[in-house]
C-alpha cells in the first residue's frame, strides 16, 4: 500500500471522473478536479478545474475554478479563472469568465459575460444607459458552421 504524504500533495492528485456511458442526474459538490466523459444533468460546483471530454455532456448549472471543454455544455457556467472551449466544444448558453480562450472551430450560441466587466458597468451606473441593448460586459455570439 503507498504512503502519502503530509504536505497535502495527494490532494492535487484527487479528480472524481465521471466515465463514458454513465448517466447522474443531480448534484455534485466537490472541492477536487471533476472530468465528465458521460452525461450529467443537474448543478455542479467544484473548487477546482471541470474538464467535459469529447464525449462528455453537462446540462444545467455549474461553477469552478477553471473549465477545458471538448464535449457538450448547456446552461449557465460560471468560471473564476479561466475558461477554454477546445475544437470540438459545442456551447450553448451562458458563460461567465473575465479569462476566456476559445478555439477556431468551438461551436458557441449563447452569451458571454464578463463579471468584471458587469461589477465596473454597475459602478458607473450614473452614467446614461448605452443606445444598445447590449452592455460592455455581455456578448451575444451565435456561431454557425
Do not use: W
Not at 29 to 36: F, M
Not at 74 to 83: F, Q, R
Not at 120 to 144: C, H, L, Q
Amino acid at each position: 500500500m503507498a504512503t502519502e504524504k503530509s504536505n497535502g500533495s495527494s490532494l492535487m492528485n484527487n479528480v472524481t471522473r465521471i466515465c463514458g456511458n454513465t448517466k447522474i442526474i443531480g448534484s455534485i459538490i466537490t472541492q477536487h478536479d471533476i472530468r465528465i466523459d458521460g452525461y450529467l444533468e443537474g448543478k455542479l460546483k467544484t473548487d477546482g478545474k471541470f474538464v467535459i471530454g469529447e464525449t462528455g455532456k453537462c446540462v444545467g448549472e455549474a461553477e469552478c475554478k477553471c473549465v477545458d471543454i471538448s464535449g457538450n455544455f448547456d446552461g449557465v457556467l460560471k468560471v473564476s479563472e479561466l475558461a477554454s472551449l477546445r475544437g470540438k466544444c459545442i456551447f450553448t448558453g451562458e458563460l461567465h469568465s473575465d479569462q476566456l480562450s476559445i478555439e477556431p472551430s468551438a461551436r458557441i450560441n449563447g452569451q458571454l459575460i464578463s463579471p468584471e466587466l458587469t461589477k465596473n458597468s454597475e459602478k458607473r451606473s450614473d452614467e446614461p444607459s448605452p443606445v444598445s441593448e447590449e452592455t460592455p460586459a455581455m456578448i451575444r455570439i451565435t456561431k454557425k458552421k
